[in-house]
């Protein structure tokens, strides 16, 4: 396989410092890999940052969800040994039936679980009942046969799970500290715990041993892995512990990693034999992108890998200015280009929160886009929704003076998400909020209605929004 030109990773480096400075991260790691071996390896800023201990190969981090594809894969193991069958009901394995009947292992381990079983995703805490699944299925203690069937398979030697503060500290790793970003660089804190869900911590060498070993079969079989990566219908956003997405004519597995002070990102391209591992000291390599919703097209990491690794486009700018934005015409942009540019603005609304003037930058991306693409049905999805939501949030709390400009584009969009999956909880708080803020108080109580009246639905943010905002209007 042809190897990327060294000029391509010059330029991964440069962008992927360009985005630790954007988005105020004290500390970065970034890992690509191709067929096996390390083919790009960059260490940016700090793991401490008061002390100057910068990141490097020995640094440990917090993965957060990114265990989640561990998880996964323990299960596909004791599948292919007959200790359990993905299409169990999940219930056999819990104390007390806490699910409603009709949800298998299989549901859960692809987030399918909500609703009707199998028919739509939503990321879902429901995932952490796989650690007693696999209890129950091995006999051992999930922590255990972690770290036998895992760590010491793959002999990921500086990779321990969070179990307290005492047993990390009993390791003697190097642990990057933990940092907000609040207007000014805060010290955060490390979120302790393990389950199939969260609590690997782990160095981005480590991980790629586990993604080696998905390449060689050597952790769970062939088989196992087109059932691992294949989710139950073809509209689905997740495979089973790992997203799958088709980005650029590309078929991509991945997954994010979200603490309140960590992050993490796992791009594969199998094809390719190519990856991606990357990590950081605060929580913004994820959360601005909204990847709960499965879009990898809102991260502005995942662009620029694929844009230097994969398309060959160096010379395309990764964040655009106002000077550069104007250049854009129909005659010079394509797909790539728009959806570049809604990571960005997605990006700008985050970060207006505490930096006002990326208010009007994410509202400048919007309507350069919406200009170019008029057509919002082929691509609008319910990360847009949230980006034009979150504006009107910004304005309402920071009382800028009524901001109505793409009320147009909210209201189709919305429109059409609930037309084609009515039970969508986001779209629904989403335009519950909306309507509530116009004074439309019969149309926003239907959106929250169809919130707490869904069935088979766990109680989250939004379902206590929902809740709250009925009660305050009877």
Do not use: C
């Amino acid at each position: 396989m042809q190897k990327v030109s060294g000029q391509e990773s010059e330029q991964f480096s440069k962008e992927i410092k360009e985005l630790q400075a954007y988005f105020h991260i004290p500390g970065m790691a970034a890992l690509v890999i191709q067929d096996g071996e390390i083919l790009q390896e960059d260490y940016l800023g700090f793991a401490d940052v008061d002390a100057k201990i910068p990141m490097d190969a020995e640094t440990a981090i917090p993965m957060a969800s990114l265990t989640k594809i561990f998880a996964a894969s323990l299960i596909h193991q004791l599948a292919d040994e007959g200790k359990l069958s993905l299409d169990d009901p999940i219930n056999e394995y819990l104390d007390e039936n806490p699910f409603p009947e009709g949800i298998s292992i299989k549901n859960v381990l692809s987030h399918t679980s909500q609703g009707k079983p199998g028919e739509q995703f939503y990321y879902s805490y429901r995932f952490g009942a796989l650690t007693a699944v696999i209890q129950k299925a091995s006999g051992k203690s999930y922590a255990e046969i972690f770290q036998e069937r895992i760590l010491d398979h793959l002999e990921m030697d500086k990779s321990i799970p969070l179990l307290s503060e005492a047993y990390v500290t009993e390791k003697k790793l190097k642990v990057a500290k933990p940092y907000a970003w609040e207007g000014e660089l805060k010290e955060g804190n490390i979120e302790y715990g393990f389950s199939s869900s969260a609590g690997l911590l782990s160095t981005l060498r480590d991980m790629a041993k586990f993604d080696k070993a998905l390449d060689e079969n050597s952790l769970i079989s062939a088989r196992a892995k087109s059932q691992l990566f294949q989710p139950l219908a073809p509209h689905l956003a997740y495979a089973k512990g790992i997203f799958k997405s088709k980005m650029l004519d590309e078929e991509i597995y991945w997954g994010y990693g979200q603490y309140d002070h960590y992050s993490s990102l796992y791009i594969k391209l199998p094809k390719r034999k190519l990856s991606l591992i990357m990590a950081a000291n605060n929580n913004l390599m994820s959360d601005p992108a909204r990847l709960i919703y499965g879009e990898l097209s809102y991260s502005l990491f995942a662009h620029s890998f694929l844009k230097n690794f994969v398309l060959g486009k160096e010379e395309v700018n990764l964040l655009e200015d106002a000077a550069s934005l104007a250049e854009f015409s129909p005659e010079n942009t394509s797909d790539f280009h728009r959806d570049k540019l809604l990571a960005q603005a997605i990006a700008e609304s985050f970060l207006a929160r505490y930096e006002i003037d990326h208010f009007q930058n994410s509202v400048d991306i919007l309507t350069k886009v919406f200009g170019l693409y008029p057509d919002l049905e082929s691509y609008a999805d319910l990360t847009l929704l949230h980006n034009l939501s979150f504006l009107k949030t910004l304005d309402f709390h920071m009382e800028l003076g009524g901001f109505d400009k793409f009320d147009k584009q909210f209201e189709q969009i919305g429109q059409m998400l609930l037309e084609k999956d009515k039970n969508n909880p986001y779209a629904n708080v989403y335009m519950g909020t909306y309507f509530d803020r116009k004074g439309e108080i019969e149309q926003a109580r239907k959106y929250y209605r169809a919130i707490t009246e869904a069935e088979n639905f766990s109680p989250f943010w939004y379902t206590n929004e929902a809740k709250t905002w009925l009660e305050a209007h009877p």
